[in-house]
């Protein structure tokens, strides 16, 4: 009992997690929280108030009339329209079976809609990054009133995400004689041109594992709605049920009445009387359809309405997450504005980004733009450009012009360096994690044009 006492006074130090942006939040937050209000709505209507009431004949008792409207709650009643005849014992009736099972399926959604999340949460804590507290230290940077709170919290957000980054780096270095055969070469450049493509190896892992998660999200808004055809039993109309909705109100129509929730019912039952068995057909008015009936009306529109921004976020994450240059474009326009580079550092931006930041570090970066703003991810960025070391972004740039004259070298020259002897194998040792020797200080000052 204790430990039940302080868990409720605990609650009040809860705090709701933010490792995505507005549009997961609208779908694992917002929308169960919608669906289980609507359950605790339908369920107090349910064992409450009366859900059902029957007309019965006259010479019914009040424990006659108890037994039917609890015999007709708990069995299927049909819906016949008072201009259609009674159906034949035998007949096909239009069974409305969904009205005891509504807090259920509307509490199975709610829980549907938050199964991405906990992919994302599980594959994401793999890795060993705690997305989440990175996200909550760079709000806590927000809202910081002393610089050396600020500082504090952005070196903390730094250093994470830079364990990180260099940690995916030194575990997934390729080594041997085959490390910079063609395989390697056409595995980096189809992840680089396609982000869900060797997403462990090239730093892809979490910007895969982020958008397959919204996919599902996508996917959980447009199977829900054929989920709800079944569970109502509209004859495959639920997927159009918001459009005739529309029209009918366009058209000045009473909207509010639909065969799909009825109000009033027929429910058959038996009574044994000794060795007779009496049937009866008896007329039940349905209250709580008042309520499924706008509950419904409401979750298509929302339904949809999530499917549509879902659509919408995944085309914007795609475009952000799969152009190399657009990506390129948005490190220099941050680190600009806090004038930390200059036109001349404009290729080892590029590098900066390609081999360093990578496209996980770049979702890292935009999603602590989405929760603590722009400023706060400019000065990560500043951080992680500091980290990266003037002496990295200068061989970065040598490596690049090594690169494109190696072609033009003669075989001797690119046998030497096979072998660990030419001045390109040393920059490529420096890159590895190699100290500086006196050999590589001679080697960069043959190249002072790109330093």
């Known amino acids: 009992m204790d430990k039940l006492i302080k868990a409720v006074f605990q609650l009040q130090d809860f705090k709701i997690r933010t490792d995505d942006d507005f549009i997961d939040r609208l779908n694992r937050q917002y929308t169960p929280g919608v669906l289980v209000l609507f359950a605790i709505l339908i369920s107090i ?8 009431n029957c007309w019965v004949p006259a010479q019914f008792t009040s424990a006659h009339l108890s037994y039917a409207n609890t015999v007709c709650w708990v ?3 049909y819906y016949v329209p008072f201009d259609v005849a009674m159906p034949h014992v035998n007949e096909a009736r239009h069974m409305i079976s969904y009205y005891q099972w509504v807090p259920l399926i509307l509490v199975s959604q709610a829980l549907l809609y938050f199964l991405p999340c906990l992919f994302w949460r599980f594959l994401n804590r793999r890795i060993g990054l705690n997305l989440p507290s990175i996200i909550e230290a760079s709000r806590a940077t927000q809202k910081a009133v002393f610089p050396e709170t600020r500082e504090k919290s952005i070196r903390y957000v730094v250093m994470q995400i830079d364990s990180y980054l260099t940690a995916s780096v030194r575990r997934h270095l390729p080594t041997g004689a085959h490390a910079g055969g063609w395989c390697s070469r056409f595995a980096r450049a189809l992840s680089r041109s396609w982000c869900l493509a060797c997403c462990k190896m090239y730093g892809n892992y979490l910007t895969c594992c982020y ?4 996919l599902l999200y996508l996917a959980n808004g447009i199977g829900q709605l054929w989920m709800l055809d079944v569970f109502l039993g509209f004859q495959r109309s639920y997927q159009l ?3 005739h909705v529309l029209v009918k109100f366009l058209r000045g129509e009473d909207w509010s009445q639909s065969e799909r929730f009825p109000r009033v019912t027929l429910c058959d039952f038996q009574i044994r009387q000794q060795t007779n068995v009496h049937r009866y057909t008896v007329q039940c008015v349905l209250p709580i359809n008042l309520f499924n009936e706008k509950i419904f009306i409401f979750i298509w529109f929302w339904l949809l309405a999530m499917a549509f921004m879902s659509t919408i976020n995944i085309v914007h994450w795609l ?3 799969t152009i190399l240059s ?3 474009a948005y490190v ?7 004038d930390t580079i200059n036109k001349r550092e404009h290729r080892a931006t590029r590098e900066f980004t390609e081999s360093y930041l990578r496209r996980d570090g770049l979702l890292i970066v935009r999603l602590v733009a989405n929760n603590a703003g722009g400023l706060v991810a400019a000065d990560v960025l500043h951080g992680l450009w500091t980290n990266y070391g003037p002496e990295k972004r200068g061989l970065a740039d040598i490596a690049s012009a090594a690169s494109t004259s190696r072609a033009g070298r003669s075989p001797h020259e690119i046998d030497d360096d096979a072998h660990g002897h030419g001045r390109w194998s040393r920059v490529k ?11 590589h200080v001679d080697d960069t000052n043959t190249f002072p044009e790109d330093i």
């Open 326 to 328: 657009t990506q390129t």
């Open 332 to 338: 220099r326009r941050q680190l600009s504005s806090m």
């Open 319 to 321: 475009t952000r997450q």
């Open 241 to 243: 049920y918001g459009f």
């Open 211 to 214: 958008l397959c998660m919204k």
């Open 75 to 77: 069995s299927n009643t």
């Open 45 to 52: 209507k349910q064992y409450v108030g009366d859900p059902i």
């Open 429 to 439: 040792r420096f890159l590895v994690g190699g100290k500086r020797t006196p050999a």
